[in-house]
């Protein structure tokens, strides 16, 4: 059955680093989305992606995220400078239509995300 | 403000036993919801999902319900096992914002041999 994947599923990074989270959609679906939960706390919507362009972002998503799908299979979040409270459990997904028309959203594994 | 509301926090059944968990939602215009199952340290793993038009629907032991009216859901788990104990999440989606979901605190259940 195919499923998301994503890469690392353990990144330690200090304060202030550049990371890049990478994952794995499923093949035919088109609609992207990252996810974050801090340990402890409910998951919570970053942002969705679509035709290789931002459809829907969160507050949190500020400019120290971006998204982006360099090739027709990777889809990256990329934080420019950790902070301490970036720490959290991140997850892709990916659906073959939007929310709207409801169609499911499947989970990758996630990363677990730890800034020192 | 979108909400997700879900009851009880926590639950401990004994395994064959049966459960119910609730949500209630503030979302608003409703596209659809979804049920997962999160074990711990795994991503969610989708359950059920139904639209507004839709009030009930089964998935092997899992059993959930819609009442758009009143916009509450329920899950139903019927003869529990061990393998149930997880969290279980209940997320809504407005058609007003593509993609974006809003996800409660989700139930944590506990089956006991």
């Known amino acids: 059955e195919p499923e998301v994947t994503q890469t690392p599923s353990h990144q330690v990074t200090q304060m202030g680093q550049e990371v890049i989270l990478r994952c794995v959609p499923i093949?035919?679906?088109?609609?992207f989305y990252w996810y974050r939960q801090i340990l402890g706390q409910k998951v919570e919507f970053l942002v969705s992606?679509?035709?290789?362009?931002?459809?829907?972002k969160s507050e949190i998503f500020d400019d120290q995220f971006s998204v982006e799908r360099p090739d027709g299979s990777n889809f990256t979040l990329k934080i420019r400078s950790t902070k301490l409270e970036d720490s959290a459990m991140y997850f892709c997904?990916?659906?073959?239509?939007?929310?709207?028309?409801?169609?499911?959203?499947?989970f990758g594994p996630g990363t677990r995300l730890t800034v020192t | 403000k979108n909400q997700v509301e879900q009851s009880p926090q926590s639950l401990i059944i004994l395994e064959g036993k049966n459960c119910t968990l609730q949500?209630?939602?503030?979302?608003?215009?409703?596209?659809?919801l979804r049920w997962y199952k999160q074990d711990t340290g795994r991503g969610p793993v989708s359950l059920t999902i139904?639209?507004?038009?839709?009030n009930t629907k089964s998935n092997g032991r899992y059993t959930a319900t819609l009442d758009a009216d009143t916009k509450q859901s329920s899950l139903h788990i019927t003869a529990s096992q061990l393998s149930d104990s997880a969290s279980y999440i209940c997320?809504?989606?407005?058609?007003?914002?593509?993609?974006?979901?809003?996800f409660g605190d989700g139930t944590t259940l506990t089956v006991k041999p």
């Open positions: 997904a990916s659906s073959e239509r939007k929310d709207i028309l409801s169609y499911e959203q499947y």
């Open positions: 093949s035919n679906h088109l609609y």
């Open positions: 992606f679509y035709n290789n362009e931002i459809s829907e």
């Open positions: 949500c209630n939602y503030t979302v608003s215009p409703f596209s659809n």
């Open positions: 139904m639209t507004f038009s839709e």
């Open positions: 997320v809504v989606s407005s058609n007003t914002n593509a993609g974006k979901s809003t």
